[in-house]
């Protein structure tokens, strides 16, 4: 089987959790994610199985949409509700001040990634050094903010929203900043993952609807490579190049058809009807090629 399943991660276990769970469920070791959340964090995982592992890194690259709630007036050390508080504020922030600083955080923004968290800092992960009680210097990443939506604020300290963002968007980093650009402090005390990309919470399979599946039923949760990959476009190729395209040679076509298509553009490849991986158009000495990247069949 060869893949991805649209998995609901319940809060209280890891990702690699339920990577280990779906590959002793599916008698694989070549199953990943495409995009972790923490233990304290709920909602869609996508996770790749069999060859679907080789498109990870697209998978990784999906934009994701949340629901979360920032709570002001306290500060963390983890930034979310997980961590031992560092400071407190009785400020009360005003419905408008609320509103105008939100809209500030849409767009491009730089976060500075927190202590706690996978990035590595001289060869060790930033929260190993952050147990240790140890700080260090961290260079702000971009992050790009597509919606940040107020669902609703509560006593004027609990602001529930909804944000669709770029990979990459730490929430917990997004919660602390609003309530300094508030003059207060923020933590995230909730998050669910409602999206990754096209890979919608409504669809996805709970840990236990997967592991009552019969063997032979295991097949009807897994999405298609193909499928999966539905951001991206297609390429048909003629049929007497079906072993060509699988043997990874390139194939020449006229400029007429450069048109319609783009140069170096990543699209999934189609021939006999059947997926065969992703490919892009290159050129070379005024000749112009389908070149196969990644075989996927």
Excluded at 207 to 234: H, Q, R, T
Aim: net charge positive; hydrophobic share 35%.
């Amino acid at each position: 089987m060869n893949g991805t399943i649209n998995v609901f991660k319940p809060t209280g276990i890891t990702s690699h959790q339920v990577v280990n769970l779906i590959r002793k469920k599916f008698k694989t070791k070549k199953v990943g994610h495409g995009g972790t959340l923490d233990p304290d964090v709920s909602g869609v995982l996508v996770i790749a199985v069999g060859k679907g592992t080789k498109i990870s890194q697209y998978l990784l690259a999906l934009d994701k949409e949340y629901i979360g709630e920032l709570t002001l007036g306290i500060e963390t050390d983890t930034q979310d509700r997980t961590g031992k508080v560092l400071n407190y504020s009785n400020k009360v922030v005003s419905t408008i001040d609320i509103e105008k600083t939100f809209q500030n955080y849409t767009g491009w923004i730089e976060q500075i990634p927190p202590m706690y968290s996978a990035l590595r800092h001289n060869g060790k992960r930033l929260y190993e050094l952050a147990r240790e009680g140890k700080v260090v210097e961290r260079e702000p990443r971009k992050a790009y903010i597509e919606s940040l939506d107020i669902l609703s604020i509560e006593d004027n300290r609990k602001i529930l929203f909804k944000t669709r963002c770029s990979k990459g968007t730490y929430i917990r980093t997004l919660c602390d900043d609003i309530g300094k650009s508030l003059n207060t402090y923020g933590y995230m005390s909730y998050l669910i993952r409602t999206n990754v990309g096209n890979f919608h919470i409504s669809d996805s399979y709970s840990l236990e609807y997967i592991n009552n599946l019969e063997e032979e039923e295991l097949n009807s949760i897994v999405k298609p490579i193909g499928e999966s990959l539905d951001f991206l476009d297609s390429i048909y190729i003629d049929n007497k190049y079906y072993n060509n395209i699988i043997n990874g040679v390139k194939i020449l076509i006229n400029e007429d058809f450069c048109k319609n298509h783009s140069i170096n553009t990543i699209y999934k490849i189609y021939c006999r009807n059947t997926f065969i991986g992703l490919g892009r158009i290159i050129a070379n000495d005024g000749n112009f090629f389908i070149k196969i990247d990644r075989v996927l069949v």
